[in-house]
């Protein structure tokens, strides 16, 4: 199957720092790439949508300022948590898709906790 | 709007015994369907799939679904439950070109 890293799996950072979180597809291309955002016992939310080459596609509500995304190749998107305070923190997941042995499946990764002091 | 409900937060049942997990669904078109499993701390397992075809879904660890378009439904059902079976279960929906949008998932509980 598909597979999908995501690193790192735990940072703690203080507040006012900057987060970069890597995701990467290891065995596909990955024409596109999700963000989402978990909080405790609840369910996923998409952040974002980005494609390779293209400029993320934001939710509503999701500041992009806040939360950079870049998708320079089909196997790398990176979001970056700028200036990142307490209520920044949560479970963030990506996940990506292709058009070869993953057309119609997200996979996804394992998701990074992140705790802002 | 695509949406995805999940009428359960949590599911108990006895390992041996049959288990169903519900989801209905709303979305103009036709739906892509999908069950997610969640372990604590990590990220989504792919499980089963709808996009066409039979209404019966057959998937990983034992676990399939039905589609039941009169009732906008997508059930996770697994005629056996076991203890390793317990986690945080996700029904998704999506049409072509967009992302999952998730319900807010239900926890299933295995006893032994």
């Known amino acids: 199957g598909a597979v999908v890293s995501q690193h790192p799996s735990r940072v703690i950072c203080k507040s006012g720092t900057s987060v970069k979180i890597e995701c990467r597809s290891l065995?596909?291309?990955?024409?596109?790439m999700f963000w989402y955002r978990q909080f405790p016992k609840q369910s996923l939310m998409l952040m974002a949508t980005?494609?390779?080459?293209?400029?993320?596609?934001?939710e509503q509500g999701v500041e992009k300022d806040k939360f950079l995304i870049n998708h320079a190749s089909l196997t790398l998107s990176t979001l970056t948590v700028t200036s990142a305070h307490p209520e920044d923190s949560s479970f963030y997941i990506c996940?990506?898709?292709?058009?070869?042995?993953?057309?119609?499946?997200?996979?996804f990764g394992a998701g990074t906790r992140l705790s802002v002091l | 709007a695509q949406s995805v409900a999940q009428p359960e937060d949590q599911v108990n049942v006895a390992e041996g015994n049959p288990l169903t997990v519900k989801c209905t669904y709303s979305?103009?078109?036709?739906?892509?369907l999908f069950w997610y499993v969640q372990y604590p701390n990590r990220g989504l397992q792919f499980l089963l799939k709808?996009?066409?075809?039979?209404?019966l879904v057959k998937g990983s660890y034992g676990f399939e679904a039905e589609f039941n378009k009169s009732q906008t439904s997508f059930h996770l059902k697994k005629p056996s439950a076991l203890v390793s079976d317990s986690a945080l279960y996700f029904c998704a929906v999506r049409q072509a070109g967009t992302a999952l949008i998730f319900g807010k998932g239900t926890t299933l509980s295995v006893s032994s």
């Open positions: 996940s990506a898709s292709g058009q070869q042995i993953a057309k119609n499946i997200q996979y």
């Open positions: 065995d596909f291309q990955a024409t596109t």
């Open positions: 709808y996009i066409t075809g039979d209404n």
């Open positions: 980005s494609n390779e080459g293209s400029k993320a596609t934001y």
């Open positions: 979305v103009s078109g036709n739906p892509y």
